[in-house]
């Protein structure tokens, strides 16, 4: 199994350009999230979604959107780039357990400097 | 929202000394993760605590969730530089949102 997938592993932007973080699992995780991990500040989550169709806020999703319209994919949009969101991003995915997330499963990561 | 706070932030040790992160909310926590992310890798999970009091091990480390399931430690006796990385903990943040600490950063002197 792939597990979870995130391309690109590396990117570089100019400020205000948009683009496209991809996210894909094939463990059939109903849950899905995303989260920033910058130093000193441990991993904070932007969106998550707990089924296609379902998408919802985390602890900073400021100039960020998702959509979910299948299981498997949950991709990442930067609107307008801003210096602000370089960082490492990593996605992750998850069995739903009783009224709480199960162990989560990463990706690689991926890492935006945004010029 | 939810927050747990984790301390210490960095942690450096000589092989074969202790080591132990803690973890606090400021409210009860249904259940907590403990993740571990090596240098330049992806947080992989460690275990889940679900009850109050609980203790697990694995190997060197030993997972504790508090009575009042508001704290949790990881402690790894006699480290050895596999342990070297950055520990997180994380707990339920909201409807399944999973909050995670700010880690603490863990280096060690063979």
């Known amino acids: 199994n792939a597990g979870v997938t995130q391309t690109p592993k590396f990117q570089v932007l100019k400020t205000g350009q948009s683009m496209t973080l991809q996210c894909a699992q094939d463990m059939n995780h109903e849950y899905m999230s995303w989260y920033r991990q910058d130093p000193g500040m441990g991993l904070r989550l932007i969106h998550y979604?707990?089924?296609?169709?379902?998408?919802d806020q985390g602890e900073v999703p400021n100039g960020y959107n998702v959509s979910r319209s299948t299981t498997e994919d949950f991709p990442l949009r930067l609107l307008s780039a801003a210096p602000s969101q370089t960082s490492v991003y990593f996605c992750?995915?998850?069995?739903?357990?009783?009224?709480?997330?199960?162990?989560?499963?990463f990706g690689e990561g991926s890492r935006l400097t945004v010029l | 929202g939810q927050q747990v706070m984790q301390i210490p932030q960095y942690q450096h040790v000589q092989e074969g000394e202790d080591f132990t992160t803690y973890c606090n909310s400021s409210t009860t926590l249904s259940n907590i993760q403990w993740y571990k992310q090596r240098p330049g890798g992806h947080p992989v999970f460690l275990i889940q605590l679900v009850k109050s009091g609980e203790v697990k091990k694995q190997k060197r480390l030993t997972f504790q969730f508090g009575e009042a399931k508001k704290n949790s430690s990881l402690h790894i006796t006699a480290t050895q530089t596999t342990d070297v990385g950055t520990y997180f903990c994380a707990g339920p943040g909201g409807a399944q949102k999973l909050v995670f600490g700010q880690g603490t950063r863990l280096t060690i002197n063979p």
């Open positions: 979604s707990v089924g296609a169709g379902i998408t």
């Open positions: 992750a995915s998850s069995v739903l357990g009783t009224g709480r997330t199960g162990e989560l499963f």
